[in-house]
C-alpha cells in the first residue's frame, strides 16, 4: 500500500539528512515512514502510492482554505507568468501590508520575510535594537522558529523528537533567554521583578500550537500586556499558526488583547514561503533603511507570494469562521464520546479550527501538563488512522489543522475510522 513512499524514503536516506527536509515529517516518533506526497486538493492529499488521504496536517497550518484553492492556484499561476522574483519592490507588497494591518491594527507597519523562523528571528533582533536590552522572555515547550535563541525549551520538532538541550547552539547564545512556564503569570512577575531593566521582549503564542495546542487562561494574555507595560518590555505575539486561523483579526482579535509586534507566517502567502514582522510605528522605524536596526532579505515581498497571500485573504475575509469553529467543537465532542466508550481517558484542547487530542486524563494547561500524554497510544492513532486513509500529525506535541474545505463526510470517515481503531 505503501511501497513506493518507503521505497523514496530508502532512497532520501542516502542523500537528505534523516530522509527529509524537515524533521518531525520523518515519522519516527510514531513508528512510521513518512508519506511522500504526489498532489493534494481541497481537504485531501494523494500520496506517490496513488492512496487519497483526508489531511488534518494542511501544511502544518496556512491551509485554511484547503490545499490548491482555485483563487490562490490562479493568482500564482498568473503571478508566475509576470516573474518569479524581482529583486525590487512591487506593488502587491503594498496591497498585502494594507490588508494585514486592515486585519490586525496593532501592525502599523510590516516588514516581509520567507518564512515564520525568519520573522521571529527579526522581531527579536529589532526588540533588543529598540529597547537597549539583551533578555528574551518565552516559555517552556514553546516553538518560535529555529533561531539559536528561541531553541532553549523548545517544542514542536524537538520535543518529538526528545532532542536535550540545544545541540550547536553555544551556552552563551541562550544566557540572555529566561523561561517560564506557559499560563504561570507568577513565574513571569518573579522574572521580571529579578531583571527590571533587563527583559526586551515577551514572547509568546498567544494559542500555544507547538506542545500540542494549549489554550490561554483567561487571565493570562491581559496578564502579560500589563506586566509588559509595567516593567518596559515589548509583548510579540507570534501568530505564525494562529493569525488569521483563530479568527481573521487573529488571536489578538479573538482575545482582544493588543501586543507591541506580531509575527505571522505562511498563512498570509496563501501557504507559500512567506512570512512577516510588524508592530508599532515607532517600533518599526527602528528597522533598517529608517532606523540603525540591520534585516534584509532577497526573496522578501516575493511577487508569487504576495500575489497568493492577497488572494488568499480575499477569500477569509468573507468566510464563515463561526460556523468552522462550531464544525470542529462536534467533531471534538464525539471523539471524546468515541474515546469514552472504549475507557481511554483523553483531553481534547481546541479553538477555532484547531484541536489536539492528549491522550491524559489531566487538563493540559502548560507544556508539563503536555508530557504527560500516554505517546504509545497516540502512535496507535496515527498508525490506525493512517490504515484508514485519514492523515493525523506524526508528533504528540502538534496540532490538527481543519480547513474550509473540509465536508460533514471527513469528518463521519474520520469518527468511523476511530471506532474501528484497537488501542
Not at 502599523?108 to 528571528?121: L, P, Y
Not at 522572555?137 to 535563541?149: E, I, P, W
Not at 469518527?415 to 474501528?420: G, I, K, P, R, S
Amino acid at each position: 500500500m505503501e511501497k513506493k513512499s518507503a521505497a523514496l524514503f530508502a532512497e532520501a536516506l542516502q542523500y537528505i539528512p534523516g530522509g527529509v527536509n524537515s524533521p518531525v515529517r520523518s515519522c519516527a516518533s510514531v513508528d512510521s515512514v513518512p508519506l511522500f506526497i504526489a498532489s493534494a486538493r481541497g481537504s485531501k492529499i494523494t500520496s506517490v502510492d496513488g492512496v487519497e488521504y483526508i489531511d488534518f496536517v494542511e501544511s502544518w497550518g496556512p491551509l485554511l482554505l484547503g490545499h490548491a484553492h482555485p483563487e490562490v492556484t490562479r493568482a500564482v499561476l498568473e503571478a508566475v507568468e509576470r516573474g518569479t522574483s524581482y529583486g525590487a519592490p512591487c506593488e502587491n507588497e503594498v496591497i498585502l501590508a494594507k490588508e494585514i494591518h486592515a486585519a490586525l491594527p496593532s501592525v502599523e507597519m510590516a516588514r516581509m520575510v520567507s518564512s515564520g523562523t525568519e520573522a521571529t528571528m527579526s522581531a527579536l533582533r529589532l526588540a533588543r535594537g529598540f529597547t537597549g536590552r539583551k533578555k528574551l522572555l518565552k516559555f517552556d515547550g514553546a516553538y518560535h522558529g529555529h533561531g539559536d535563541a528561541f531553541l532553549a525549551s523548545a517544542g514542536s520538532g524537538v520535543a518529538t523528537l526528545s532532542i536535550p538541550g540545544t545541540p550547536g547552539v553555544p551556552e552563551a547564545v541562550i544566557m540572555d533567554t529566561l523561561i517560564a512556564p506557559y499560563n504561570d503569570l507568577a513565574a513571569v512577575e518573579n522574572l521580571c521583578r529579578q531583571y527590571p531593566e533587563d527583559i526586551a521582549a515577551v514572547f509568546v503564542e498567544p494559542c500555544a500550537g507547538n506542545m500540542g495546542l494549549v489554550l490561554p487562561e483567561p487571565e493570562f494574555l491581559p496578564g502579560l500586556r500589563s506586566l509588559c507595560d509595567r516593567y518596559g518590555a515589548l509583548l510579540v505575539f507570534d501568530e505564525v499558526i494562529t493569525g488569521f486561523r483563530v479568527a481573521y483579526n487573529g488571536a489578538q482579535g479573538y482575545f482582544g488583547v493588543k501586543p507591541d509586534l506580531t509575527t505571522l507566517g505562511k498563512i498570509i502567502g496563501g501557504g507559500m514561503p512567506v512570512g512577516a514582522f510588524g508592530g508599532k510605528r515607532e517600533i518599526m522605524e527602528y528597522l533598517a533603511p529608517s532606523g540603525p536596526v540591520y534585516q534584509a532579505g532577497t526573496l522578501s515581498g516575493n511577487p508569487v507570494a504576495m500575489a497568493a497571500g492577497i488572494a488568499a485573504l480575499k477569500v477569509l475575509k468573507t468566510s464563515d469562521y463561526p460556523a468552522l469553529e462550531q464544525k470542529v467543537e462536534i467533531f471534538c465532542r464525539n471523539m471524546e464520546e468515541i474515546f469514552a466508550r472504549k475507557n481511554i481517558p483523553v483531553c481534547i484542547n481546541r479553538i477555532a479550527s484547531m484541536f489536539t487530542i492528549f491522550f491524559t486524563p489531566v487538563k493540559v494547561r502548560d507544556f508539563a501538563g503536555a508530557k504527560t500524554a500516554d505517546t504509545k497510544l497516540m502512535t496507535k492513532l496515527y498508525k490506525g488512522l493512517r490504515q484508514r486513509g485519514i492523515n493525523f500529525a506524526p508528533s504528540a506535541f502538534e496540532t490538527a489543522m481543519v480547513s474550509f474545505a473540509h465536508s460533514e463526510e471527513n469528518f463521519s470517515k474520520t469518527l468511523a475510522a476511530l471506532e474501528e481503531i484497537r488501542f
